[in-house]
């Protein structure tokens, strides 16, 4: 397992002690101006584990709430945290979505930051979620697209290419399961039907009778 990398300053003076601090969530190393750099890592070596700690109390309590998402059309908090990491973590708990984001992003502003955790949120979960569905429809109506994919689109949460693809928005997630499986029926039914034609409901209420109940604006977000 690769071990966590501790980002540090260090500030040489005229004293003859090595001192490490942590605060604010970074990491100050004062030392000797003839202290070499292996000797400073060796110290900061030497405290890993208390500069760790230190670090994870700090992230712990300057979690920051961002606004409310939607998924399976639940709402869940957003809480992040920023930690000396590499890849973007994410964990539910309880009704809370728990990201913990490398250092960089502190950069950009909650709003910006809320939109791209979303963009990467959504596209994580559609990846695994929505291939069952895909697969459900499938053996219900006997055939499948030449293949589908995700694709970020304006007011539409999916359609269906003239090739016979299917292309799905990833922001699908935010609905519930009822309804994502309609949306995914209603593609299925174009590629055999590309306009909406009495033979085209005539299908979809064959596999989906209660499909009316779902209203047309579902299809657009």
Not at 51 to 66: G, M
Request: charged share 35%.
């Amino acid at each position: 397992m690769k071990k966590e990398i501790i980002a540090y300053s260090v500030n040489k003076t005229s004293d003859r002690g090595l001192y490490i601090s942590v605060q604010n969530g970074e990491v100050s190393v004062r030392a000797p101006w003839y202290a070499t750099r292996e000797k400073i890592e060796n110290a900061v070596l030497a405290k890993r584990e208390w500069i760790l700690k230190k670090l994870e109390e700090y992230d712990e309590k300057n979690d920051i709430s961002l606004r409310p998402i939607q998924i399976f059309g639940i709402v869940y908090n957003l809480k992040v945290t920023y930690k000396n990491i590499n890849v973007i973590e994410c964990d539910l708990e309880d009704n809370v979505v728990r990201v913990c984001l490398p250092k960089k992003y502190k950069k950009i502003d909650n709003e910006s930051m809320t939109d791209i955790l979303l963009d990467k949120l959504y596209l994580k979960i559609s990846e695994r979620e929505i291939e069952p569905i895909m697969e459900k429809i499938r053996l219900m109506v006997g055939f499948a697209p030449e293949d589908y994919m995700f694709e970020e689109m304006n007011g539409v949460l999916a359609r269906c290419t003239d090739d016979k693809k299917i292309i799905i928005n990833p922001r699908i997630i935010r609905y519930k399961r009822e309804i994502i499986e309609y949306i995914i029926l209603h593609e299925f039914c174009h590629l055999k039907y590309k306009n909406h034609t009495k033979s085209f409901y005539s299908m979809l209420e064959m596999y989906m009778p209660n499909f009316r109940k779902y209203d047309v604006e579902d299809m657009k977000y």
